[in-house]
């Protein structure tokens, strides 16, 4: 989990509960900022009453001890296997604290993924080389449109341009990290427009539409 933000944590524990409720029954290990292990004993309290039926009913092992939390509040080595080196950096998406940037090493690619952030130096230096960046994006014009209809529209416009990243800015940092291919995620949607990135060594300048 990059950081505590719902459309980002939302279905953490579902994920889990009902990959349990349909298969799995080994250990699954979990990494992301506090309150994480706070949040998945509370998510398995809130959904006792059907993890007991389940378990008593059809054969299931416990889920609970099945799950292994690593809270972390710094960046650095994550975890690694014979499949793949994690590793993370902090990066700035105010106010909310910490947020990760995740890199993926395997034996065929690397990928990193910006999570929610403003423009990092630390993405920059975690995305380094890799073959895929990954990359949250805003598109500034569409954002009046985005908070048009909501009461709380100056305050969030305001916020979101304060903790995020525009989609021409994620074009710099794919050339200076040295990328090969990027991608962008999470635009402001209910709009359509083009977007025309520079991105240096990769193409010289593509042009998507959002959809
Ligand atoms: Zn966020």
Redesign the pocket.
């Known amino acids: 989990m990059t950081?505590q933000?719902s459309?980002?944590n939302a279905d953490y524990g579902n994920l889990i509960w009902l990959a349990w409720t349909a298969v799995l029954r080994s250990r699954i290990d979990t990494w992301g900022p506090p309150p994480l292990r706070r949040m998945t004993k509370l998510f398995f309290q809130m959904n006792q009453y059907d993890i007991a039926a389940r378990t008593a009913n059809e054969g299931r092992v416990p889920l609970p001890p099945l799950v292994h939390v690593h809270e972390s509040r710094a960046g650095g080595e994550v975890m690694g296997d014979e499949l793949v080196r994690v590793t993370s950096v902090l990066v700035d998406?105010p106010p909310?604290v910490p947020?990760f940037a995740y890199r993926f090493d395997g034996p065929a690619r690397s990928i990193a993924i910006s999570g929610?952030t403003t423009p990092s130096v630390n993405l920059v230096k975690l995305a380094n080389g890799a073959d895929v960046l990954v990359h949250s994006a805003m598109y500034p014009g569409a954002i009046d449109r985005l908070v048009a209809r909501v009461p709380n529209a100056e305050k969030l416009k305001a916020s979101i341009l304060a903790?995020q990243t525009s989609a021409e800015q994620t074009g710099r940092i794919a050339q200076d990290a040295g990328v090969k291919v990027l991608v962008l995620s999470t635009l402001c949607r209910r709009t359509t427009h083009k977007l025309r990135i520079r991105c240096g060594s990769m193409q010289p300048a593509y042009t998507s539409e959002e959809r």
């Open positions: 950081h933000h459309d980002h998406h909310v947020a929610d903790r």
